[in-house]
């Protein structure tokens, strides 16, 4: 179980403290060491940080983070889009890795069964929730509402949203729905509303509703025009104005085509392809194997010989 929905758990920090102590002790048993806990484990980055990847998740514009990267500026780092680096200082990227979904994990719906628009994450000011419930009402079509209220966003819900959606009766608040019940609630929608306002890094349901087929209207911040095709697997937008009026051609969008755009760019398969590749940039990776000499007495004299020590595969350890 993932700690943040164990509910003996009210602090993840001691967890991962725990974690990084075991991994420590055992580093000299791998060649890559890739880490996706942000930076807690710098500390402990300095005597590795030849074989030390690390992918960050969240968003980098926060103000705490400028000087922690400039402080390792050496540290080799990943990003989940090109939109995500915007903010960094000058740091050692070794590349960009979208995310990936195994390709049957959920299922292609060429057809949906259902007549709605989705709304699928988190009821937060950055989600744009109330976007997509204007987007329903301005369109007319119903919107079913799948997502989880964080403690943090509580008033927003009581005083924003929650009366919202009492007040249109075409939109549903279902609530949090887990990873079996997303196959048939985005493969059956109309499409995805993804109307956020924010730098979103990744965006990981959008490629779960190309998955099914579902297309996908998102607003232009963040990741989103790296992640969508325009006119292919959904249309980017800036404006309610725009955002309506892709809801009226959603139509056009072929659902095979669309699934097609996620086996050809967002498979797990691609993304391990990607990590393998930054993986060999590593600079312990590009070393050429060190070599032992090895002496052989043969009567008279010795025989010297050359003998590597390493593999030239690495393997590899993911600590989060």
């Given at each position: 179980?993932?700690?943040?929905?164990?509910?003996g758990?009210?602090?993840?920090?001691?967890?991962?403290?725990?974690?990084?102590?075991?991994?420590?002790?055992?580093?000299?048993?791998?060649?890559?060491l890739?880490?996706?806990?942000?930076?807690l484990?710098?500390?402990?980055?300095?005597p590795?940080?030849?074989?030390?990847?690390?992918?960050?998740?969240?968003?980098?514009?926060l103000?705490d983070?400028?000087?922690?990267?400039?402080?390792f500026?050496?540290?080799p780092?990943?990003?989940?889009?090109?939109?995500q680096?915007?903010?960094?200082?000058?740091?050692?990227?070794?590349?960009?890795?979208?995310?990936?979904?195994?390709?049957?994990v959920l299922?292609?719906?060429?057809?949906p069964?259902?007549n709605?628009?989705a709304?699928?994450?988190?009821i937060?000011?950055?989600k744009?929730?109330?976007?997509?419930?204007?987007i329903?009402?301005?369109t007319?079509?119903?919107?079913?509402?799948a997502?989880?209220?964080?403690?943090?966003?509580?008033?927003?819900?009581?005083q924003v949203?929650?009366p919202?959606?009492?007040?249109?009766?075409?939109?549903?608040?279902?609530?949090?729905?887990?990873e079996f019940?997303?196959?048939?609630f985005l493969g059956n929608?109309?499409a995805?509303?993804?109307?956020?306002?924010?730098?979103?890094?990744?965006g990981?349901?959008?490629i779960?509703?190309?998955a099914?087929g579902?297309?996908?209207?998102?607003?232009?911040?963040g990741?989103v025009?790296?992640?969508?095709?325009?006119?292919?697997?959904g249309?980017v937008v800036?404006?309610?104005?725009?955002?309506?009026?892709?809801a009226?051609?959603i139509?056009s969008?072929?659902?095979h085509?669309i699934?097609?755009?996620?086996e050809?760019?967002?498979?797990?398969?691609?993304?391990?392809?990607?990590?393998?590749a930054?993986?060999?940039r590593l600079?312990?990776?590009r070393?050429?194997?060190?070599?032992?000499?090895?002496?052989i007495?043969?009567?008279?004299?010795?025989?010297?010989?050359?003998?590597?020590?390493?593999?030239?595969d690495?393997?590899?350890?993911?600590?989060?």
């Open positions: 179980m993932a700690l943040r929905l164990d509910p758990v009210k602090d993840m920090t001691p967890h991962h403290v725990m974690m990084l102590d075991r991994v420590a002790h055992r580093a000299h048993e791998f060649d890559v890739h880490f996706h806990i942000d930076h484990h710098y500390p402990l980055m300095r590795y940080v030849d074989r030390i990847l690390t992918t960050l998740h969240g968003r980098l514009d103000p983070l400028m000087p922690f990267y400039s402080a500026p050496d540290a780092l990943v990003s989940i889009s090109n939109a680096r915007r903010p960094m200082p000058p740091v050692n990227w070794l590349g960009t890795v979208l995310h990936g979904l195994p390709e049957n299922t292609f719906r060429p057809e069964s259902g709605y628009f709304f699928l994450g988190r937060s000011p950055e744009g929730p109330d976007k997509a419930i204007e329903a009402a301005r007319g079509v119903p919107l079913k509402m997502a989880k209220i964080d403690a943090a966003d509580q008033c927003y819900w009581d949203i929650a919202m959606v009492a007040a249109h009766p075409n939109v549903e608040f279902i609530g949090e729905i887990n019940q997303k196959a048939d929608a109309r995805l509303l993804f109307p956020i306002c924010w730098p979103e890094p990744f990981l349901v959008m779960e509703a190309m099914c579902t297309p996908v209207i998102a607003f232009a911040h990741s025009p790296e992640v969508i095709d325009h006119g292919v697997s249309f800036n404006t309610m104005d725009e955002a309506v009026a892709a009226h051609s139509g969008l072929q659902r085509a699934r097609a755009q996620f050809q760019r967002f498979t797990a398969e691609r993304m391990a392809k990607d990590y393998l930054a993986y060999r600079p312990a990776l070393r050429p194997p060190q070599l032992d000499v090895l002496t007495p043969a009567g008279e004299e010795a025989i010297r010989m050359p003998v590597p020590t390493v593999s030239p690495p393997s590899a350890v993911s600590a989060g």
